[in-house]
């Protein structure tokens, strides 16, 4: 009986102190309580709010790096790998709301001058539908 709450005992300490020198991967860091929907992503908003996910110990990037989903790995905000478009489709630092949309004859009234910062949108002469980006002739 000794014997195994001496066992269990050690096991409890290993457990403890390990979670202590867990090798993270470059810029990154070991948090004890973390939240994935937390983490900063590139391209992604950098003010993110609370959720409800249960919170677990995990590498996560160190402050001022943000994880991409291209790579998987930590960068500064401005090494961040662009992600990859779809056919016909191509990334834009400042992506307007108003895309040209499929079974739309003529431009839609769109008076918003917003930027969608860092997208994916149709490349000129393509217009948006159910399945990508098309010609407007072709399927759309």
């Avoid at 991409?68 to 990859?84: A, I, L, N």
């Avoid at 917003?114 to 490349?123: G, I």
Wanted: aromatic content about 10%.
């Amino acid at each position: 009986m000794c014997r195994n709450s001496y066992y269990f005992l050690i096991f409890l300490i290993a457990a403890v102190f390990s979670q202590e020198d867990v090798l993270c991967p470059e810029h990154e860091v070991f948090k004890r309580c973390m939240k994935e929907c937390q983490e900063p992503h590139c391209y992604e908003d950098r003010f993110l709010e609370e959720c409800d996910e249960e919170c677990s110990g995990k590498c996560t990037c160190e402050n001022g790096y943000f994880r991409s989903r291209v790579d998987g790995r930590c960068h500064q905000y401005e090494e961040c790998p662009k992600p990859r478009c779809g056919e016909n489709e191509e990334f834009v630092e400042c992506g307007t709301l108003c895309e040209p949309e499929c079974g739309a004859p003529f431009p839609r009234n769109c008076d918003s001058i917003e930027c969608l910062p860092n997208v994916c949108q149709c490349k000129s002469g393509y217009k948006r539908g159910f399945n990508g980006c098309q010609l407007p002739d072709a399927k759309c």
